[in-house]
């Protein structure tokens, strides 16, 4: 039997977990900050560093004692290390190491989208390699060609907002709070996913790749009744948000499937892994699946707690790395990207 302590801070949520063999869940604690970001309408890396400060050591004593266990039965401490907020992993890595010293335990240094791409897998009953992953996120809106857990290539990538954050920027236009994709994709529910023809990119060498600037320039184009000069309206005033909501959230959904389906296509492979915040998303989950069907492809998705940041995808991901002698000394740095 493995225990791994799994340690998470690269964003907005300071998270600990206790797993066991890679697998089994014996605790998952996520602190979210939203609320101490949410009148800023984006996380603010300053606040994101303190809170994550105070937060670090209570998160870390409540994984421990949800799970029954203490420090002295773990056999490493996987911590994320990158990409992120620098001063915000930077905590987390701190706290990791003065564990991992107290106790003489090795660290795990995980990679924040590569434990994404593992949730996906963790709930799984077999692996699923060779796959095509699409990490959808508020910070990341890319696709990958995993070989197995600990090796993935990336095959592109937006080429400026991520998917999340055009949700969330999109929700502010509208009036909804922060985070932006629960809200917008609730107000949906309302609406017509066809009642406005926003545009989907597509690359025009035929390759693949995102974009979702020009979506949310057409948003507020069509918010401003179709004349840039028009002032943006409040969202009390704006007649058909529901519509808008719904025909954004499927312009979205659109390119999301379209491109994940080439690329699956083009390296000829039958599964598919959708993982990251955006991963909640009902219409994607039901777009995915179905169209994914209809070509022989199988998607899978973590459930939704496991979507969003958490610490369980790091000790899940941080046992195949430990189990590969992928450990680190107290000389570990994060870096941003
Ligand atoms: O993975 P995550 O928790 O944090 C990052 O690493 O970014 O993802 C957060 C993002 C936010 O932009 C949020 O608006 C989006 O995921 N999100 C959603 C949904 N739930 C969360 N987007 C669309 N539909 C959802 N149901
Ligand atoms: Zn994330």
């Known amino acids: 039997m493995t225990l791994l302590l799994g340690l998470e801070s690269s964003c907005d949520?300071?998270?600990?977990?206790?797993?066991?063999?890679?697998?089994?869940?014996?605790?998952?604690v996520v602190h979210s900050q939203i609320a101490e970001h949410a009148p800023y309408g984006g996380v603010v890396p300053e606040i994101a560093g303190r809170s994550h400060l105070r937060k670090v050591l209570p998160v870390v004593d409540r994984a421990l004692a949800d799970a029954g266990v203490g420090l002295d039965d773990l056999a490493a401490i996987a911590v994320t290390v990158r990409p992120g907020l620098i001063g915000s992993l930077l905590v987390g890595l701190s706290a990791a190491k003065g564990l991992a010293f107290?106790?003489?335990?090795?660290?795990?240094?995980?990679?924040?989208?590569?434990?994404?791409?593992?949730?996906?897998?963790?709930?799984?009953?077999?692996?699923?390699?060779?796959?095509v992953a699409l990490v959808v996120s508020g910070g990341h809106t890319s696709l990958y060609r995993v070989e197995s857990a600990l090796e993935m290539h990336l095959l592109a990538t937006t080429l400026d907002d991520a998917a999340g954050e055009a949700f969330d920027k999109v929700a502010w236009l509208l009036g909804l709070g922060y985070p932006g994709g629960p809200a917008v994709s609730r107000l949906a529910l309302e609406g017509d996913p066809r009642a406005i023809e926003f545009p989907r990119y597509r690359a025009k060498d035929g390759g693949l790749g995102f974009s979702f600037s020009g979506l949310k320039t057409a948003v507020l184009y069509h918010l401003r009744g179709g004349d840039p000069r028009n002032p943006t309206p409040p969202a009390e005033a704006i007649a058909d948000r529901a519509d808008v909501a719904a025909s954004f959230e499927q312009a979205v959904v659109d390119a999301l499937v379209h491109e994940t389906l080439r690329a699956a296509e083009q390296e000829g492979l039958e599964r598919v892994l959708v993982a990251g915040g955006v991963a909640c998303n009902r219409r994607l989950r039901e777009e995915m699946t179905a169209r994914g069907a209809a070509r022989g492809l199988r998607a899978a998705f973590p459930s939704p707690a496991y979507c969003t940041d958490n610490a369980v995808m790091i000790a899940g991901l941080g046992h195949e790395l430990l189990r590969a002698g992928r450990t680190a000394g107290l000389e570990l740095d994060a870096c941003p990207r």
């Open 102 to 131: 107290s106790r003489g335990l090795p660290l795990v240094p995980v990679h924040h989208i590569e434990a994404h791409v593992h949730a996906a897998t963790m709930e799984l009953d077999e692996a699923p390699y060779p796959c």
């Open 13 to 28: 949520e300071t998270a600990a977990a206790v797993v066991r063999d890679g697998r089994v869940v014996l605790s998952s």
